[in-house]
């Protein structure tokens, strides 16, 4: 067996048709407005929150022991996104998501300006030194 040897892309990235030996079409050329990502934010969610790294992402509100209010710099066109997040750094059984009242429940705040979202553990909420957060529509 051989070894797989990826293309140069550095070659291939002003080709607008195909991605030689994989049938890939340009998908850059592809991806509509619709397909992209909306905003994303990685921030450190202990202590005072900080923003790492973000895009349409202007603050953060911390609403307390690992619940935050991610607020948006450009409005969406309306609230049906959907919303992936992740953490790190805090208990060891955590579970990052859209804030709900009750497990289960709509989400408390999902609006064209601005998502909540929590991060919980077997002892309740706690705060995660990363969380990440991406907007999709």
Known sequence: MGVFSPPNWNTLKNKPSTVAGFGISDMAAQVSANERCKAWVNFNGTGTVAIRAAFNV???????????????????????YGVSVSAAGSASAIIPKIFAATEGASPTLMSTTQVRVTNTSSGGTSDAGFFNVSIHR
């Not at 202007?58 to 049906?80: C, E, K, P």
């Open 58 to 80: 202007s603050s953060i509100t911390d609403n307390g022991v690992g619940d935050y209010t991610v607020n948006f710099t450009s409005a969406l066109a309306d609230a049906n």
